[in-house]
């Protein structure tokens, strides 16, 4: 099955600064990757998504990278702000697949330092 | 968010003894998925189902019970607790057009 890997575990950064987060994914048939934000004692609440047939993605300051022959992607954070401080998943699934199911990596905690 | 809800928040329990999680959601959703999250371990699926009445094991199933008779709820059961379900157990629910998965505000189990 699936197997998602997330580097690094732990990041810390000035704030301004820009953070970039890791995931590596095992299964060719994935194809849809989103991330999810968690806030300290809060819900996991998804930031953006990307599909195997786009290379990147942007929302203002957060920007998604597919390498799809390497099978890894990238979360990008500009301008941190100390709102960005939480914990971040990455997760790979097979879009439109019969379950349907996402498999998380082990998250990043970002720190930004004000 | 408030399409999803959890019951218990908080919940402390012994070993041996059995224990449901609530899980509903007002969207009607048809994908209903329930994880765990501990630390070094991120979010694991427990079960997930597709619709009412039709349910399959994720990643760590093992010690775990679900049923789904109404679109709405999906419970999970730990039908003989033990320590090692000391977690976070997080419901979430998805609907037909999207992949983007609701999650619930979440249920902290202590199992002693």
């Known amino acids: 099955g699936e197997n998602v890997e997330q580097h690094p575990s732990t990041l810390s950064v000035q704030e301004g600064d820009s953070a970039v987060i890791k995931c590596t994914y095992s299964d060719s048939a994935s194809n849809y990757f989103p991330w999810y934000k968690q806030e300290l004692g809060k819900r996991p609440q998804l930031i953006i998504d990307i599909r195997s047939n786009v290379g990147e993605k942007k929302d203002q300051r957060i920007a998604v990278t597919l390498n799809k022959t390497a099978k890894h992607f990238s979360l990008h954070i500009t301008e941190t702000q100390p709102e960005d401080s939480a914990v971040y998943f990455c997760a790979a699934s097979e879009y439109g697949g019969a379950t349907n199911k996402l498999i998380f990596g082990t998250g990043t905690l970002l720190a930004v330092q004000p | 968010d408030a399409g999803i809800t959890q019951s218990p928040r908080y919940k402390i329990t012994e070993t041996g003894r059995q224990v449901t999680l609530m899980c509903h959601q007002t969207?009607?959703?048809?994908?209903m998925f329930w994880y765990r999250q501990d630390l070094g371990h991120g979010l694991r699926l427990i079960y997930y189902?597709?619709?009412?009445?039709?349910?399959d094991k994720g990643e760590v199933p093992d010690g775990y019970v679900v049923s789904r008779s109404k679109t709405e709820n999906f419970p999970l059961t730990l039908e003989s607790a033990t320590r090692s379900q000391t977690s976070v157990y997080f419901c979430?629910?998805?609907?037909?057009?999207?992949?983007?998965?609701?999650f619930g505000p979440g249920t902290r189990l202590t199992v002693l």
């Open positions: 189902s597709a619709a009412a009445d039709i349910t």
């Open positions: 979430a629910s998805k609907g037909q057009a999207s992949n983007e998965q609701f």
């Open positions: 969207w009607s959703h048809s994908y």
